[in-house]
């Protein structure tokens, strides 16, 4: 098997460059037939980390991939390639919860397994649920859009149920936006803490009753041994 088929040397030492530079590894797009081969490795940041990678370090990234490859045949072979290194594009599909936790923030349009559409922004992703808010933006003649009737603002939508998402490009973010992340990010963890609380709870309660069931129970056995 070739490199280009294996991938797992390429795939470590583009690791062990990119954790250098704060960068990941997000995918690896290999192309190959009617010429040189192409490799396409897309970067981006850690999943926790919001805004976009910084240019002058996946830059730097690429050059010493680049002398990697050169030094040693085994992380693509001895045949010339085409490296190219790139960060994700707007029109990237979300699909995985890390594209979610890196969109935090972002303006997007989704669709539900259920054809419903919305615009809205991802504020929070609590493990594999979205928390949104609603923006339906704008008509033609610049006014703003209102919500149906009876349509929340703030809704919750499991990634499992979401069958199509992307960003929608923006160029005038909300002025309170790193406020709204803050407030979203305090709610979810408040939101996970009452939840442990509550398991606790009903953990004590399934305790106490265990114990008085049992007390119950050796009550005959005593009154038992007394009569004998």
Same mark, same amino acid.
């Given at each position: 098997m070739s490199a280009l088929d294996d991938q797992t040397i390429l795939r470590e030492t583009a690791t062990r460059v990119l954790d250098a530079h704060g960068l990941v590894l997000e995918d690896v797009e290999i192309r190959q037939g009617g010429g040189m081969p192409q490799v396409r490795l897309i970067v981006d940041l850690p999943? #926790? %980390?919001? &805004?976009s990678a910084d240019l002058d370090a996946v830059a730097e990234a690429s050059r010493e991939l680049s002398e990697a490859v050169d030094a040693d045949d085994a992380v693509l072979g001895s045949a010339p390639v085409l490296l190219e290194v790139t960060t994700p594009g707007v029109e990237r599909e979300l699909t995985a919860p890390r594209h979610f936790r890196r969109s935090r923030g972002r303006l997007l349009i989704l669709t539900a397994a259920d054809g419903t559409a919305f615009r809205a922004r991802l504020l929070a992703v609590d493990g594999e649920e979205l928390h949104l808010r609603q923006e339906p933006g704008r008509d033609d003649r610049g006014r703003p859009v209102k919500l149906p009737a009876g349509t929340t603002e703030h809704?919750?939508?499991?990634? @499992?149920? !979401? $069958?199509? *998402?992307? !960003?929608? !490009?923006?160029? #005038?973010?909300?002025? #309170?936006? *790193? %406020?709204?992340? @803050? #407030? @979203?990010?305090? *709610? $979810?963890? *408040? &939101?996970a803490a009452a939840a442990i609380g509550d398991e606790a709870a009903d953990d004590e309660t399934t305790t106490d009753d265990a114990t008085t069931t049992n007390d119950a129970t050796a009550a005959p056995g005593a009154d038992a041994q007394k009569e004998s």
């Open positions: 999943e #926790d %980390q919001l &805004g809704l919750r939508l499991p990634i @499992a149920e !979401v $069958t199509g *998402a992307r !960003v929608e !490009v923006e160029f #005038d973010p909300p002025e #309170d936006l *790193a %406020q709204l992340l @803050a #407030d @979203a990010e305090s *709610a $979810t963890a *408040a &939101g």
